[in-house]
């Protein structure tokens, strides 16, 4: 039993240490959506908002005159990893609001419209966190 | 003593070790963890994501003694991909009494929303006897939660300490919830093996 117990941990190791970069081309799409009007129907950059539409439907309920990003991010495989993304954006005076969807791995940050969003800026926070910021995408509600 | 009352008094003294060695940068990290052969309780601060440092009491069952370690946790490598992580450390400690009382190590772990695997291995070097430690785990999550809902792992832990040979194989539970982490597992041999958390 314990034979079997250390190759399936084996396996598992050998899965988890091969290559993973067919990932890097997958992209989430938008599950299609029949509200019209809604927010996350918009087009960014020539591409839909890639988030669930439900999830930032709530998030941006009652919101006006703000900056949604809705940054990609590897890694972000767990509550208890993802808290200090969480709390790393909340020092910025300019965040209102945060929300992270571990399912589709995106963070969710509402901006004044003042706040200057720089994917740079953005890809160190989430860094100092231990992940990556893969992708951004903004909108002005 | 009770195995109640045993338990009970395990989650309030101790502390832990080779889950979640560092923190996001900035963050500090509270642990705990007792078992069999340990009772410890260690502080750690990672300046970046890349390390961290601390302070751990370990009161030594085995020789019945207390040590105070200097930590380093340093990670070697990472992986994120958009469904996993991966990753692994370096570790090692110095006593505050005495240098030629230290211990050295390797653990590392890969997981997704829906699977974990992880193995540790520890040199720990006194002046009453060396010893090794190693251990593996492999786990699942039962439900996927959203960010803020209660976690739960179901693990299966097996380790071995030089001191006391044999490999011990045991069923461990893991939940978390916001900034705190509890993990608990027991076998008849081992006896509880209870691990405590908080981040901040």
Not at chain 1, 86 to 96: A, G
Not at chain 2, 31 to 50: A, E, Q, R, V, W
Not at chain 2, 53 to 67: L, P, R, S
Request: charged fraction near 25%; glycine fraction near 6%.
């Amino acid at each position: 039993m314990k034979k079997g117990y250390f190759l399936t941990i084996f396996l598992i190791s050998l899965f988890a240490w091969a290559d993973d970069d067919h990932h890097k081309s997958h992209t989430m799409e938008m599950e299609a959506h029949s509200h019209e009007g809604h927010k996350h129907e918009v087009m960014v950059d020539g591409r839909k908002l890639e988030v669930d539409p439900d999830r930032f439907d709530k998030f941006v309920d009652g919101q006006k005159n703000f900056h949604v990003a809705v940054i990609s991010v590897n890694g972000m495989v767990c509550d208890f990893c993802a808290r200090g993304i969480e709390k790393t954006f909340k020092k910025d005076k300019s965040v209102q609001k945060i929300d992270v969807d571990l399912s589709r791995g995106k963070v969710l940050v509402l901006y004044s419209l003042s706040a200057k969003i720089e994917f740079e800026d953005i890809k160190q926070k989430i860094l100092s966190n231990g992940q990556n910021a893969t992708d951004l995408q903004v909108i002005s509600i | 003593m009770g195995i109640l009352k045993k338990f009970f008094c395990s989650l309030f003294l101790i502390s832990s070790i080779e889950a979640r060695p560092i923190s996001y940068s900035g963050g500090s990290t509270l642990m705990s963890i007792s078992d069999n052969l340990k009772d410890s309780t260690y502080y750690h601060y990672s300046p970046t994501y890349k390390y961290s440092i601390g302070v751990e009491q370990v009161k030594d069952k085995f020789f019945d003694k207390k040590f105070t370690y200097l930590r380093l946790t340093y990670l070697i490598n990472r992986k994120n991909t958009k469904n996993s992580q991966r990753n692994l450390y370096f570790q090692s400690a110095l006593s505050t009494d005495n240098l030629n009382d230290n211990f050295y190590g390797m653990h590392g772990d890969w997981e997704t929303r829906r699977l974990f695997s992880g193995f540790g291995y520890k040199k720990v070097i006194n002046n009453f006897r060396d010893f090794a430690e190693q251990y593996f785990q492999l786990g699942i999550a039962p439900y996927q939660g959203n960010y803020g809902d209660f976690h739960t792992w179901i693990l299966m832990k097996t380790r071995k300490n030089s001191l006391v040979g044999d490999w011990k194989t045991y069923p461990v539970l893991k939940f978390f919830k916001g900034d705190f982490l509890f993990e608990i597992g027991y076998d008849s041999d081992v006896d509880w093996d209870v691990h405590l958390m908080y981040r901040f």
